[in-house]
């Protein structure tokens, strides 16, 4: 029996990805992306980046992990694996040179007018504009290395044994897991080297999304893990909104992707209770789906790998060439990314080859 509350969570977790990176575009936090703010001053609509990303990726990861159990129930790893890379590795690959590039474009305009490409020959800009272009495709570059891994990992238990104890944990030691939350922050790089690949390292945190990736697999794909959330889903929300009002209160104004900010244990507080909070709450009151859900549940995937360009160009453009007050330009934003994401991932699913290359279907 399918269990919508992990598709319905699943969506609606996107949905929240669109509108963090509407947010995220024109923050004015140091946060790494986007265009840049509107001045020094405060940009209290930046909360929404505080609040979203300590957790709404470990979440990502936690479910895919479970879906990875679920289909290794009733395929061979070889089998499993196989529609993994199509899925996974060809968009976040062959699709950076089909359609990403033009994300890239965007990303790389800047220095496109700073002549920083005087004198680059064509295929060589192209080549740079396609890998820039990667944007929010790390998130399925990271679960296709986190494949791998899991392939591993199950060769060591092949008789479930690891993954039967698991199923076994109480709510107090569900909690307690976000020590491992903690630990996986602290894998980060403290002081990136300019001149290294560190940076990229954090930006794609592999040691870490494995933590939530590994767990989604052994501790919440067991139907007794996700009733013992389902019914602490009450005081896990309220402790998880005591959390979170207490870090972005005592850290607004703090790049909040950086390290240190990622690595401290109200962070993590907040990003664990967050995580378990949602599945629980989604688990207890969303097991069920209609039209809508079960049109999100096949197309939040395709959205997702389509959304930002939506963001980059139309963003870039009233930011550069529009005397728009801020307000309206997010307006104008969110309601685009909503409205025309779909539409786009409509069109690309209709196109024969496209299609495979830019969505893996």
Not at 22 to 40: L, Q, S
Not at 232 to 257: H, R
Not at 298 to 305: A, C, D, L, Q
């Amino acid at each position: 029996m399918r269990k919508h509350w992990i598709d319905n969570l699943r969506w609606v977790t996107v949905l929240l990805v669109l509108l963090y990176h509407v947010v995220y575009f024109y923050n004015n936090k140091g946060v790494f992306g986007g265009i840049g703010g509107f001045g020094d001053g405060p940009q209290y609509q930046d909360a929404v980046m505080y609040i979203l990303y300590p957790w709404f990726m470990p979440l990502l990861f936690i479910l895919a992990g479970i879906s990875a159990r679920y289909a290794l129930e009733k395929h061979s790893g070889k089998e499993w694996f196989k529609a993994r890379t199509r899925k996974l590795l060809v968009p976040g690959t062959i699709g950076l040179f089909v359609f990403q590039w033009m994300v890239g474009y965007f990303n790389t305009v800047v220095a496109e007018r700073q002549g920083v490409f005087n004198g680059v020959p064509a295929v060589a800009k192209y080549v740079i504009m396609a890998v820039s272009g990667t944007g929010p495709l790390w998130f399925i570059q990271v679960l296709w290395l986190l494949c791998i891994v899991l392939l591993i990992v199950r060769a060591l238990d092949r008789r479930d044994r690891f993954w039967t104890w698991c199923g076994k944990a109480g709510i107090v030691w569900i909690v307690m897991l976000g020590v491992l939350f903690w630990a996986g922050e602290q894998t980060l790089i403290r002081n990136p080297r300019p001149e290294s690949a560190d940076g990229l390292l954090n930006l794609y945190k592999p040691l870490f999304y494995m933590v939530p990736f590994l767990l989604g697999y052994f501790v919440f794909s067991h139907d007794e893990v996700q009733d013992k959330v389902g019914k602490a889903w009450i005081p896990l929300m309220v402790c998880a909104a005591v959390a979170g009002c207490i870090l972005i209160g005592t850290t607004f104004g703090q790049d909040n992707t950086s390290p240190e900010y990622l690595g401290s244990p109200l962070n993590c507080l907040y990003g664990w209770l967050m995580c378990l909070a949602m599945m629980g709450w989604f688990q207890a009151r969303f097991d069920r789906t209609g039209r809508f859900a079960g049109y999100m549940t096949r197309s939040s995937y395709g959205i997702y790998i389509v959304h930002y360009f939506v963001i980059a160009s139309l963003g870039y453009m009233m930011k550069t060439y529009t005397q728009l007050p801020p307000w309206s330009m997010y307006l104008i934003l969110t309601l685009a990314v909503f409205s025309f994401s779909p539409l786009l991932y409509e069109i690309i699913r209709r196109i024969p080859v496209i299609r495979w290359c830019v969505l893996g279907e």
